[in-house]
């Protein structure tokens, strides 16, 4: 799939997509996903292709959104849903809406941590999954509920899967 040129895009790696995906194999069938800051679109078309039942992107560049709902058309994801809004924005995510992973990987030159986790954390299944990707020497904080089930670092990047519970 083609990744659009975009200041900021960072899209995951294929070694660090591939261990994500590893870990998350048995939880994706039938799953509720939400990648925020979906950027590439890298990982909620992977989670589609890997069962999830329904995926919502969220992704504030128009451009990029744009091509997120081309990419979905042409590959037949019928479950995609592609929303152009501001990641921390109330047309982001409706209250009403319950996710069973998620996907967090905002920007890294901006101070979006606490906002972001403010967000999707009570959007969250009592069992979900919470994919983080942030800067090597980065750890965001999350309360004490949530625990780091498998995690990585390259030179580019911290990953991590957590759990509640």
Do not use: K
Not at 52 to 68: I, N, Q, Y
Not at 96 to 107: K, L, R, T
Request: aromatic fraction near 10%; proline fraction near 5%; charged fraction near 25%.
């Amino acid at each position: 799939m083609p990744v659009a040129d975009s200041a900021g895009l960072r899209p995951t790696s294929d070694r660090v997509r591939e261990t994500l995906f590893n870990w998350l194999q048995h939880e994706l069938h039938g799953a509720r996903v939400l990648d925020l800051f979906a950027g590439s679109g890298a990982l909620g078309f992977e989670a589609f292709s890997r069962g999830a039942a329904s995926v919502v992107m969220v992704e504030r560049d128009r451009s990029l959104a744009a091509g997120l709902r081309e990419s979905a058309e042409r590959l037949g994801a019928t479950g995609v849903e592609v929303r152009c809004a501001d990641a921390l924005s109330a047309a982001a995510i409706g209250d009403g809406e319950h996710f069973d992973v998620a996907f967090v990987d905002p920007p890294f030159a901006g101070d979006l941590w606490t906002a972001a986790l403010d967000r999707v954390l009570p959007q969250l299944e009592p069992r979900a999954w919470l994919y983080l990707e942030s800067a090597p020497d980065f750890q965001p904080a999350l309360c004490a509920d949530w625990r780091c089930h498998r995690e990585g670092r390259t030179r580019e990047v911290r990953y991590a899967l957590y759990r509640r519970g």
